[in-house]
């Protein structure tokens, strides 16, 4: 049986992040989840800190966030008993990925030192605190990582892990609405006879298609009992026929002849916005799985029964690709505008309660929660989380999350 080359890739890739995931030598678990190691359990305080012991001397760390951004917050001890914040001396420095650094320092507050910053997210960070107390230094190191993995390049690359730069864009703004094709104006002709008289012949049949002064019927006349010809007026498809060899032709319709080639796509627009889309609006068609790209000719003047604004536009139906009745999706185009900063919408992925993308510094990627804005043609308008010219995963983001979510990293307060 022949393989499938697709899904052997993605199983090759697979078995590539199993066996690095449980190789048991050290240079393997340094390639992938360096920050998936077993968490060691910390020892916790009586306001949820961390504890960091030295001698009798001891400092709990705290994040506290109950109606304030997040911050830090110490209560130190010495020999069990609380000490007064104005007696200690402390200050955090908080290094990020990428090398960069938070310096935090502490005033007194009621029986806790305060921090004078918000911990903005991530909370993943290299932790160094200094304290002094009675002319004694104390000084702790820890990794307090969330959200964050490393993968060697070349396993990035056989996973198809692809980043693209966070910078300015041109965004489309649009408009989503539907409505459904009909035939354009004068598409339609009702052939009848020029002289009452009897249908001698019938040249032609339903459904077939015809060309501009083709022969349709032969008409014999009552007045003279001559034959005459009755020709089409136009090239169309014969869409009814409402006669037959040997009827009277009188003054009724005997066929009728459609041009389906050129087609109208009447859209209609609720709300605010069926006043502020110009006539001349751009607009893309999604008719069954074609695309078209238009532009709207006019708009009617009267509001549909159910107060909607009709705004039409010519759809090219020569290949015969489109029928009248069909539905059709548009995507009506009100102009650009120009952001700051947008990332792929693919590249977005949920971690905890936030839409995040993942940064990517050398084999190290980490989570960035981003605040977003307007969208377009799949890309996102990103207010904050992110700076311009940062590095982000744009392709398979999926495959990163997946990684932190095995690593199993908590956010820790």
Same mark, same amino acid.
């Given at each position: 049986?022949?393989?499938?080359?697709?899904?052997?890739?993605?199983?090759?890739?697979?078995?590539?992040?199993i066996?690095?995931s449980?190789?048991?030598?050290?240079?393997?678990?340094?390639?992938?989840?360096?920050?998936?190691?077993?968490?060691?359990?910390?020892?916790k305080?009586?306001?949820?800190?961390?504890?960091?012991?030295d001698?009798?001397?001891?400092?709990?760390?705290?994040?506290?966030?109950?109606?304030?951004?997040?911050?830090?917050?110490?209560?130190?001890?010495?020999g069990?008993?609380?000490?007064?914040?104005?007696d200690?001396?402390?200050?955090?420095?908080?290094?990020?990925?990428?090398?960069?650094t938070?310096?935090?320092?502490?005033?007194?507050?009621?029986?806790?030192l305060?921090?004078d910053?918000?911990i903005?997210?991530p909370? #993943?960070?290299? +932790?160094?605190?200094? !304290?002094? &107390?009675?002319? @004694?230094?104390?000084?702790?190191?820890y $990794?307090?990582?969330?959200?964050?993995?490393?993968?060697?390049?070349?396993?990035?690359?056989?996973?198809?892990?692809?980043?693209?730069?966070?910078?300015?864009?041109m965004?489309?703004?649009?408009h989503?609405a539907?409505?459904?094709?009909?035939?354009?104006?004068?598409?339609?002709?009702?052939?009848?006879?020029?002289f009452?008289?009897?249908?001698?012949?019938?040249?032609?049949?339903?459904?077939?298609?015809?060309?501009?002064?083709?022969k349709?019927l032969?008409?014999?006349?009552?007045?003279?009992l001559?034959n005459?010809?009755?020709?089409?007026?136009m090239?169309?498809?014969?869409?009814?026929?409402?006669?037959?060899?040997?009827?009277?032709?009188?003054?009724?319709?005997?066929?009728?002849?459609?041009d389906? #080639?050129?087609? +109208?796509?009447?859209? !209609?627009v &609720?709300?605010n @916005?069926?006043f502020?889309?110009?006539? $001349?609006?751009?607009?893309?068609?999604?008719i069954?799985?074609?695309e078209?790209t238009?532009?709207?000719?006019d708009t009617?003047?009267?509001?549909?029964?159910?107060?909607?604004?009709?705004?039409?536009?010519?759809?090219d139906?020569?290949?015969g690709?489109?029928?009248?009745?069909?539905?059709?999706?548009?995507s009506?185009?009100?102009?650009?505008?120009?952001?700051?900063m947008?990332?792929?919408?693919?590249?977005?992925?949920a971690?905890?309660?936030?839409t995040v993308?993942?940064?990517?510094?050398?084999?190290?990627?980490?989570?960035?929660?981003?605040?977003?804005?307007r969208?377009?043609?799949?890309?996102?308008?990103?207010?904050s989380?992110i700076?311009?010219?940062d590095?982000?995963?744009?392709k398979?983001s999926?495959?990163?999350?997946?990684?932190?979510?095995?690593?199993?990293?908590s956010h820790d307060?």
């Amino acid at each position: 049986m022949k393989k499938n080359p697709i899904i052997s890739a993605f199983i090759a890739s697979q078995l590539a992040i199993i066996s690095v995931s449980i190789a048991p030598n050290a240079q393997a678990r340094s390639d992938h989840h360096q920050e998936a190691a077993p968490r060691v359990e910390v020892e916790k305080g009586p306001n949820n800190g961390r504890m960091l012991r030295d001698g009798d001397f001891t400092v709990e760390l705290a994040i506290f966030e109950t109606g304030v951004p997040p911050e830090f917050r110490i209560y130190a001890t010495n020999g069990g008993q609380a000490l007064s914040p104005q007696d200690v001396d402390i200050k955090v420095t908080l290094t990020r990925l990428g090398n960069k650094t938070d310096a935090i320092s502490f005033y007194p507050e009621n029986h806790y030192l305060r921090g004078d910053m918000a911990i903005y997210e991530p909370h #993943s960070f290299q +932790v160094t605190l200094n !304290a002094t &107390y009675r002319s @004694k230094t104390y000084q702790w190191h820890y $990794d307090n990582f969330e959200g964050r993995v490393t993968i060697a390049k070349p396993l990035a690359q056989s996973m198809d892990i692809q980043t693209s730069i966070v910078g300015p864009k041109m965004l489309h703004q649009r408009h989503q609405a539907y409505g459904k094709l009909m035939l354009a104006p004068n598409a339609t002709r009702h052939i009848s006879a020029r002289f009452a008289g009897e249908v001698k012949k019938l040249h032609v049949r339903q459904g077939q298609w015809v060309t501009k002064g083709q022969k349709l019927l032969t008409i014999e006349s009552n007045s003279n009992l001559n034959n005459y010809n009755i020709t089409a007026p136009m090239s169309g498809l014969i869409s009814a026929q409402m006669t037959g060899v040997g009827e009277q032709s009188g003054d009724k319709t005997l066929l009728t002849i459609i041009d389906p #080639s050129k087609l +109208v796509s009447e859209i !209609a627009v &609720y709300g605010n @916005k069926r006043f502020e889309i110009p006539q $001349d609006a751009p607009v893309t068609l999604t008719i069954g799985n074609k695309e078209v790209t238009t532009t709207f000719f006019d708009t009617l003047p009267q509001l549909t029964a159910n107060q909607a604004r009709i705004y039409r536009a010519y759809v090219d139906n020569a290949q015969g690709d489109f029928s009248a009745g069909q539905f059709v999706k548009a995507s009506i185009s009100l102009g650009t505008f120009d952001v700051p900063m947008a990332v792929n919408k693919a590249a977005l992925q949920a971690f905890r309660d936030f839409t995040v993308v993942y940064t990517n510094i050398g084999e190290q990627y980490e989570v960035r929660m981003l605040e977003l804005g307007r969208e377009s043609d799949g890309w996102v308008e990103v207010k904050s989380g992110i700076n311009t010219g940062d590095s982000y995963v744009s392709k398979n983001s999926y495959i990163i999350k997946a990684d932190i979510e095995k690593s199993g990293a908590s956010h820790d307060h």
